[in-house]
């Protein structure tokens, strides 16, 4: 009997542990590209890697609709813009939550895992100003109490803010605060979270803070034992998250709230558009940051409390995502945009290295390139056109494409718009200066990508078919 229970114990508290650790480590999913990978193939991504938490930035459906019933844990996300609207009106919170809450959870059995409402991306976010500040915490009560009025308290509602919310005193790096534009609201949204039981959302960058902070090496940013280390608060620092995450608890603790909960919201290392932008640097860095989560050291001010959750940032490459923080932030990808894995890290989760997407349905193997026989000399101010609509990223300082010669750099910036154009002939026209080829353009680093299908270039086709028909219907009927 007392094996049994023993056994028993031990069984549990093994499922336990497993689901612990096997629950702690998501990812941000964004949509932000002009030819998304499908969301179907992308929860096989998910699955197939084992990763079992996904934070995504908006509530689209058809994303919604490929999570449902695949048991994994997922953040729906209030776009900023709709922050206005949801902290004037009850109403609105309501129809937020039933168009793209309820309606995907009590999808009978088989609904969607939906775990946390994030209401606003960011929105203390330096550049975006105070624009945002005063519907926060409105937002945040009025989509809680719609939850509620839904009977889907379970749940929880958070509000991922960005790091530069913190601050240090510009003559002293120990005396850290919350920056005194969003310091009340903060408060109030500390105080929101605290009365609902949710965590504290935050993006951890020790990649932006190396850009950042003139004092911060890349080897304490790649958790490289090698470091020198930093003191702060009367402690000693080796590496730039335990840094980042203390200064967190250090803030929250000087404002009242020194055990609030806290997810990582976003972390990750992008590797194209930069410099130290790299795949190489990348895997360190996640393999650095893997490690440290499951030594289940914590930090110094939390030893043995590892984050709650964290979620890498990102899933996937995005073409279309806002460059205005800078061009790597279109390569945060653990995969690129077709999903195809840009190097190997165990997410601790039971796969030994990366698992790529299957049956991705690529465009026909046909590039842009500049026509050598013509006169270049328009070749440029074409392809700078080109780079406004286009993604040109990999071709800025440090990027992948950076060292590429003229004019094969035109030819990249013309390939790109082709390619985000669906490969129509007249998307490679650049006033007569554009040639379509079969002859992969591509140089060593530099990758002359190829776009997938999508439903919107599936419909293309389509409706184009259907056009030949009718016009072949009328006539012969003529
Ligand atoms: C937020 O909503 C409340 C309640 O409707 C309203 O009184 C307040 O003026 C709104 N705030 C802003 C800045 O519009
Ligand atoms: C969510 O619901 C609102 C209100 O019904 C709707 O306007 C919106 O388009 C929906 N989708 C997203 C992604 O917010
Ligand atoms: C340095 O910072 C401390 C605490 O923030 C402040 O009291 C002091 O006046 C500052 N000193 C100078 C020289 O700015
Ligand atoms: C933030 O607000 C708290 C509470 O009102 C106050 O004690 C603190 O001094 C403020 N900090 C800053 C940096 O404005
Ligand atoms: C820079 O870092 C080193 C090593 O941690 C430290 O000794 C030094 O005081 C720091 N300098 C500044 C200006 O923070
Ligand atoms: C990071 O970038 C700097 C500047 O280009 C370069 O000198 C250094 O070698 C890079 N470090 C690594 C590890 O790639
Ligand atoms: C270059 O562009 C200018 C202005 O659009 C135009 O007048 C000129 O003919 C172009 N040159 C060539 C060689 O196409
Ligand atoms: C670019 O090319 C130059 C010369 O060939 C080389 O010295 C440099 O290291 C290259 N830079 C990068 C980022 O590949
Ligand atoms: C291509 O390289 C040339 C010469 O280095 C430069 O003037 C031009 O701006 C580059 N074009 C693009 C699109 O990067």
């Not at 500040?133 to 991922?160: C, M, S, W």
Request: glycine share 6%; with cysteine.
């Amino acid at each position: 009997m007392s094996t049994v229970s023993s056994f028993i114990t031990f069984t549990i508290f093994t499922i336990f542990s497993i689901s612990c650790v096997a629950e702690a480590v998501g990812v941000n999913w964004g949509t932000m590209a002009s030819h998304p990978l499908p969301p179907v193939k992308v929860v096989k991504l998910l699955k197939s890697n084992n990763i079992n938490k996904v934070k995504l930035f908006d509530a689209k459906a058809d994303v919604l609709q490929a999570l449902s019933g695949s048991n994994i844990g997922v953040t729906v996300g209030v776009p900023n813009v709709m922050l206005r609207g949801l902290n004037s009106s009850r109403k609105a919170a309501e129809s937020w939550v039933h168009d793209n809450v309820t309606r995907y959870v009590s999808n009978g059995g088989g609904g969607a895992r939906i775990e946390y409402v994030a209401v606003g991306d960011e929105p203390f976010l330096k550049s975006y100003g105070e624009q945002f500040h005063p519907f926060i915490i409105g937002a945040a009560t009025n989509i809680e109490a719609a939850l509620n009025r839904a009977k889907l308290d379970k749940v929880k509602v958070v509000v991922p803010c960005s790091f530069d919310s913190f601050e240090s005193s510009s003559n002293s790096s120990t005396e850290v605060h919350f920056r005194s534009d969003v310091n009340k609201t903060m408060i109030e949204l500390l105080t929101f979270l605290n009365k609902h039981g949710s965590p504290f959302f935050v993006t951890i960058s020790p990649f932006i803070t190396f850009l950042q902070t003139k004092n911060i090496s890349l080897d304490f940013s790649l958790f490289k034992g090698t470091a020198h280390p930093h003191k702060f608060s009367r402690k000693t620092y080796k590496n730039s998250f335990d840094l980042s995450y203390d200064t967190v608890i250090t803030v929250l603790s000087k404002v009242g709230f020194p055990n609030m909960e806290i997810v990582v919201s976003k972390i990750g290392w992008p590797t194209d558009g930069a410099i130290n932008a790299t795949s190489y640097l990348a895997e360190t860095f996640m393999k650095g940051l893997m490690n440290h989560l499951h030594s289940n050291l914590g930090t110094p001010l939390r030893p043995h409390q590892p984050p709650h959750e964290t979620y890498i940032h990102s899933l996937l490459d995005e073409d279309q995502r806002s460059i205005a923080a800078g061009n790597f932030e279109r390569h945060w990808g653990l995969f690129t945009f077709d999903g195809q894995s840009k190097y190997h890290v165990e997410l601790g989760q039971g796969s030994k290295s990366l698992v790529n997407a299957q049956n991705v349905e690529y465009l026909s193997p046909k590039w842009c390139v500049v026509n050598n026989n013509e006169d270049l000399s328009n070749a440029t101010a074409k392809a700078l056109e080109a780079c406004a609509n286009a993604d040109c990223t990999a071709l800025s300082s440090g990027g992948s494409c950076f060292n590429i010669t003229w004019p094969s750099n035109v030819s990249y910036a013309f390939n790109s718009y082709y390619q985000q154009h669906d490969q129509k002939a007249e998307s490679c026209d650049f006033g007569g200066l554009g040639l379509i080829t079969t002859v992969d353009p591509s140089e060593d680093r530099c990758r002359f990508p190829i776009e997938i299908h999508t439903s919107h270039a599936e419909f293309y086709r389509m409706s184009s078919f259907l056009w030949m028909i009718i016009l072949v219907t009328t006539l012969l009927a003529s």
